[in-house]
């Protein structure tokens, strides 16, 4: 063990400032790994949320200055329009008084309708995002009749659609159609989007789509517009109110 220390002594008197230097470079080492490395990693972590909270900011500004552009009174009317052509239920009521309102436009005699159970819309393409409201509808009248029916059910505020149809010929001068219909209905969103979700003003081509969408009769009155704004009236009141 003498020996072994005299070895080392002499080793420390023959390398002593190799030592000192191995010592401060672990020391600097050290210092790197511990203290420099995580320091430049929070610096880094702090200039992506800085990164992030300016890009949110950017976005807000922007949603804010679209929001202080909005006209509320025009567009609490788009949303009147909307929400007659498409309402946030099933609105039996209105679909009620919708085709009662055809039938009387046309001169049609509504001989049948049934409801059927609901679902989700789907296409080939996929689903649209809207619910619908599927029954049959059986009238008759004259080949005329039958054929403004069929043109006027797509064409009022209150959105239809015809899938397909029956004709059957009773007499001469009289036709029976049986449809297979939907009403369409969208339910209102349950959430709300994020604070930072960008948002844009309407394109020119949605609001020639609402102004649209506006100029459409109203038949039903279950959803319909107040007088002022639409200058509609229901053609009769509700036959299956008690």
Do not use: W
């Not at 005699?109 to 296409?123: H, I, R, V």
């Not at 008759?140 to 004709?167: C, M, P, T, W």
């Not at 007499?171 to 959430?191: E, G, H, K, Q």
């Amino acid at each position: 063990s003498h020996k072994i220390m005299m070895h080392i002594h002499k080793f420390l008197r023959t390398y002593h400032g190799l030592v000192i230097s191995c010592f401060i470079l672990a020391v600097v080492a050290g210092g790197i790994f511990l203290g420099i490395i995580p320091a430049f990693k929070n610096i880094l972590d702090f200039q992506e949320k800085i990164a992030v909270l300016k890009k949110q900011t950017e976005v807000l500004r922007a949603k804010a200055n679209v929001l202080d552009a909005i006209d509320e009174i025009t567009y609490k009317k788009y949303f009147t329009d909307l929400v007659v052509a498409v309402p946030s239920d099933k609105s039996l009521t209105s679909v009620f008084t919708t085709i009662d309102g055809l039938g009387v436009q046309t001169g049609v005699l509504l001989a049948d309708f049934t409801l059927k159970s609901p679902g989700a819309l789907a296409s080939g393409s996929g689903k649209f995002g809207t619910n619908f409201l599927p029954f049959t509808l059986t009238v008759a009248g004259s080949y005329d009749q039958i054929h403004n029916f069929l043109e006027q059910a797509i064409s009022v505020r209150r959105f239809f659609r015809v899938k397909d149809f029956n004709l059957t010929y009773a007499l001469s001068d009289s036709v029976s159609v049986r449809m297979n219909m939907d009403a369409f209905y969208a339910p209102f969103p349950t959430t709300l989007g994020a604070a930072d979700q960008a948002i844009g003003p309407l394109s020119p081509q949605d609001e020639q789509t609402i102004a649209t969408v506006g100029k459409l009769p109203i038949l039903g009155q279950g959803e319909a517009a107040p007088e002022s704004e639409t200058g509609t009236q229901p053609l009769r009141e509700d036959p299956f109110a008690p």
